[in-house]
């Protein structure tokens, strides 16, 4: 069972509506695909998207009374444009990205996201291609340095190069390929648990998990596709689960906005890039105490939510006008942007 996270906060974002069309690029267990198809019925539709074939085999069951109206792909949601087009998908009203692991994937010893339970150090949510978690790390055996970069970067691990060292030494001793070894491996590298509340191996996990599905370039890619097919009052909201993740929605959705030299400042050329957008929520909104109590996975969740607006005046659609992020008032002066 996955409990979809800050649901009426992303329904009230998106809005849906009769006849509206709407994807949703993370179907996990399709909770937020079913609300948003109850509240734009009879007639709206939802394209869902999920990398994970397991994912789209259980909505397709669960979503199949609302007919013709759902459609589910097994594809990575930073191909959304290519597989929106291929439908005639067009003029989308709102899209959804849910980012992260579904309870099913980390419930699942087999799949080996978890250092709970034991399993194969899988960790592909696509497990029709790509490197396991435990080909990435034979490849990576005589690059320690490496290996703890990417520990730094994606887990943020302080002891990311005694861990990365620790991981190179005994996979020339032995192949690591499940997820208790790596657990223990971590473990003995940073000396036990030591009462601490999350366990020593959480942020290597993690890392690797990142690593392994390319999360980072996938949301890059798939916040562009997404905002270039909504329609004109269309909104796109992303619910992330670590800063990475959130740093990378809340820049784009700057970029879009334009905020840097605005309009309204008195400004007469517009600096953001296309299509433009609004915010939707002011603030990135986090779960209430009590969806925190009932469900503990959500104590990560941030929900951001922007509207795509028409262009601004002289800026010809589809033309990217951004000079810098940061001009200086003097490039305040009215020139034409093509
Ligand atoms: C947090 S769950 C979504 C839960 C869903 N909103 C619900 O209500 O059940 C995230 C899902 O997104 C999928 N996913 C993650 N990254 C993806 C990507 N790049 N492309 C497509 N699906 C992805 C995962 O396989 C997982 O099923």
Same mark, same amino acid.
């Given at each position: 069972?996955?409990?979809? &996270?800050?649901?009426?906060?992303?329904?009230?974002?998106?809005?849906? *509506?009769?006849?509206?069309r709407y994807?949703?690029?993370?179907?996990?267990?399709?909770?937020?695909?079913e609300?948003?198809?109850?509240?734009? /019925?009879?007639?709206?539709?939802?394209?869902?998207?999920?990398?994970?074939?397991?994912a &789209?085999? =259980?909505? =397709?069951?669960?979503l199949?009374?609302?007919?013709?109206?759902?459609?589910?792909?097994?594809?990575?949601?930073?191909?959304?444009?290519?597989?929106a087009?291929? *439908?005639?998908?067009?003029g989308?009203d709102?899209?959804?990205?849910?980012?992260?692991?579904?309870?099913?994937?980390?419930?699942?010893?087999?799949? /080996?996201?978890?250092?709970?339970?034991?399993g194969?150090?899988?960790?592909?949510?696509?497990?029709s291609?790509?490197e396991?978690?435990a080909?990435?790390i034979?490849?990576?055996?005589?690059?320690?340095?490496?290996? #703890?970069?990417?520990?730094?970067?994606?887990?943020?691990?302080?002891?990311?190069?005694?861990? #990365?060292?620790?991981?190179?030494?005994?996979?020339?001793?032995?192949?690591?390929?499940s997820?208790? =070894?790596?657990?223990?491996? &971590?473990?003995k590298?940073? /000396?036990?648990?030591?009462?601490?509340a999350?366990?020593?191996?959480?942020?290597?996990?993690?890392?690797?998990?990142?690593?392994?599905?390319d999360?980072?370039?996938?949301? +890059?890619?798939?916040?562009?596709? #997404?905002?270039?097919?909504?329609?004109e009052?269309?909104?796109?909201?992303?619910?992330?689960?670590?800063?990475l993740?959130?740093?990378?929605v809340?820049?784009a959705?700057?970029?879009?906005?334009?905020r840097?030299? +605005?309009?309204?400042?008195?400004?007469?050329?517009? *600096?953001g890039?296309?299509?433009?957008?609004?915010?939707?929520?002011?603030?990135?909104?986090?779960? +209430?105490?009590?969806?925190?109590?009932s469900?503990?996975?959500?104590?990560?969740?941030?929900?951001?939510?922007?509207?795509?607006?028409?262009?601004?005046? /002289?800026v010809?659609?589809? #033309? +990217?006008?951004?000079i810098?992020?940061?001009?200086?008032?003097?490039?305040?002066?009215?020139?034409?942007?093509?």
């Amino acid at each position: 069972m996955h409990v979809p &996270v800050l649901l009426p906060e992303t329904i009230a974002a998106l809005a849906p *509506r009769a006849g509206g069309r709407y994807i949703d690029g993370t179907l996990g267990g399709g909770g937020h695909a079913e609300a948003i198809l109850e509240k734009s /019925g009879p007639d709206g539709a939802l394209l869902g998207i999920d990398r994970d074939e397991a994912a &789209v085999a =259980r909505c =397709r069951e669960r979503l199949s009374r609302f007919g013709s109206r759902f459609e589910a792909v097994h594809a990575d949601f930073a191909s959304m444009a290519d597989v929106a087009a291929e *439908r005639g998908f067009s003029g989308v009203d709102g899209i959804l990205l849910d980012l992260g692991v579904s309870s099913f994937q980390l419930d699942e010893a087999d799949r /080996g996201f978890s250092f709970r339970a034991d399993g194969p150090l899988d960790m592909r949510m696509d497990r029709s291609r790509g490197e396991t978690a435990a080909e990435w790390i034979a490849a990576r055996a005589d690059d320690p340095a490496g290996i #703890a970069r990417v520990l730094r970067e994606y887990g943020e691990e302080p002891a990311a190069a005694r861990i #990365a060292r620790a991981i190179a030494r005994e996979q020339t001793q032995a192949p690591i390929e499940s997820t208790a =070894r790596l657990a223990a491996v &971590v473990e003995k590298a940073v /000396g036990g648990r030591r009462g601490a509340a999350r366990h020593p191996a959480t942020r290597t996990f993690q890392a690797i998990r990142i690593a392994v599905n390319d999360e980072l370039g996938q949301v +890059s890619r798939a916040v562009e596709a #997404a905002l270039g097919l909504l329609a004109e009052g269309g909104v796109l909201a992303v619910i992330t689960f670590h800063s990475l993740e959130d740093r990378i929605v809340k820049r784009a959705f700057a970029a879009h906005e334009g905020r840097d030299v +605005s309009l309204q400042q008195g400004g007469s050329e517009w *600096r953001g890039d296309l299509p433009a957008v609004e915010r939707v929520l002011r603030r990135p909104v986090a779960p +209430s105490e009590a969806e925190t109590a009932s469900n503990p996975r959500a104590r990560s969740a941030r929900l951001r939510a922007v509207r795509r607006i028409p262009a601004p005046a /002289g800026v010809a659609a589809g #033309a +990217s006008p951004r000079i810098s992020p940061f001009p200086s008032p003097t490039c305040l002066s009215p020139r034409r942007t093509a």
